[in-house]
């Protein structure tokens, strides 16, 4: 099979003909369809601070669709033909935390792509307790997107109930940010999409053709207060200035993470009682509130997405980090290029 493998040198993937995985108790082979270029892929990529854990040679990718094409137990034959996609973290089930359900937290948690070989190739193995059907009419080509919306169902969890007419900031207008916003839009809330100058092209105005009030953070101060920031930008400077932004009692919920130390002055969050509420990957559950809204607005969430065939992953990996596009989406099995949609 054709792979991308991520090498030792930072900013470097090669092209390699590996063997197709051999598969063990429990597994199952998946056709990969489609595979999204995610913001941990870049971390790993360019080798950023946070991401050491990432041993290289790996085959990176943990936005995967596909279909299933063999197991290793003949019990699990009647999953032979299934669409599917690929729970991204892999937990134990079996640390307090998983018993409790807060299985993103896991504390054996790993995730495909990162600790072990993932989905940026034609095939890939993973265990039949982290893979999930698809209903049919959902694209394979765009069903990858279920896993960052599913981060983005499980932030917006952390804030509680969203009310209608809420005014909500999100800070970061990539991938997460984008679709924290599309899920609270959907609960019937006034979003409020934030980003810079540089972004307005490719980012903020992708969230206004979707009912999001873009901002230009870097022009301008927001004139209203907000109920509810949800920081996914991962700049420092973005930190301090949605606090400003913040009614008092207002919530702050942190979705990205950050390669700098992040200073607070505590004071001003006691005395406006802002808690700091932390969202990190998502539950199995998550998916079905994902698969929902993906089946609902797949045709327009196609225009969010610049496709790449897997030949062309190092441009689809440096178009991400250039901001040249919102979400880069690898098709594995069409390999004539030039389908980068920007």
Request: one cysteine or more; glycine letters at 8%; charged letters at 25%.
């Amino acid at each position: 099979m054709l792979a991308a493998i991520k090498t030792e040198i930072p900013r470097k993937i090669e092209l390699k003909d590996e063997q197709i995985p051999t598969l063990n108790e429990g597994d199952l082979l998946i056709k990969v369809e489609s595979c999204g270029v995610c913001g941990s892929d870049l971390h790993a990529f360019t080798h950023s601070k946070g991401y050491e854990f990432v041993k290289k040679p790996i085959i990176l990718g943990h936005e995967i669709a596909g279909v299933v094409v063999d197991c290793f137990h003949e019990s699990d034959k009647c999953w032979i033909g299934k669409k599917v996609i690929i729970e991204s973290m892999h937990y134990c089930n079996e640390c307090d935390n998983c018993k409790d359900g807060r299985f993103s937290i896991c504390e054996k948690n790993t995730v495909i792509g990162l600790h072990f070989n993932g989905g940026m190739a034609e095939y890939v193995k993973t265990k039949k307790r982290f893979t999930k059907s698809i209903q049919n009419n959902m694209e394979l080509k765009s069903a990858a997107l279920s896993e960052p919306l599913a981060i983005a169902v499980h932030a917006v969890k952390k804030a509680g109930e969203i009310k209608e007419n809420q005014v909500i900031l999100v800070q970061g207008p990539g991938i997460i940010g984008f679709f924290v916003g599309l899920v609270c839009l959907n609960k019937g809330a006034k979003v409020i999409l934030s980003g810079l100058e540089r972004d307005y092209q490719t980012r903020l105005a992708k969230g206004e053709q979707f009912g999001m009030i873009p901002h230009v953070a870097d022009r301008s101060e927001l004139t209203e207060k907000v109920d509810i920031l949800f920081e996914c930008s991962g700049s420092t400077v973005a930190v301090s200035g949605g606090f400003h932004q913040l009614k008092k009692g207002g919530k702050a919920i942190f979705v990205a993470l950050y390669e700098q130390t992040v200073n607070l002055y505590l004071t001003d969050l006691v005395r406006n009682e802002w808690p700091i509420i932390t969202s990190y990957g998502c539950d199995p559950i998550d998916y079905e509130e994902a698969f929902h809204l993906l089946v609902e607005k797949q045709r327009e969430l196609d225009s969010i997405i610049s496709y790449y065939s897997l030949s062309q992953v190092e441009m689809a990996f440096n178009d991400s980090l250039n901001q040249k596009v919102l979400k880069a989406m690898l098709l594995m099995h069409d390999q004539t290029g030039g389908m980068n949609d920007e």
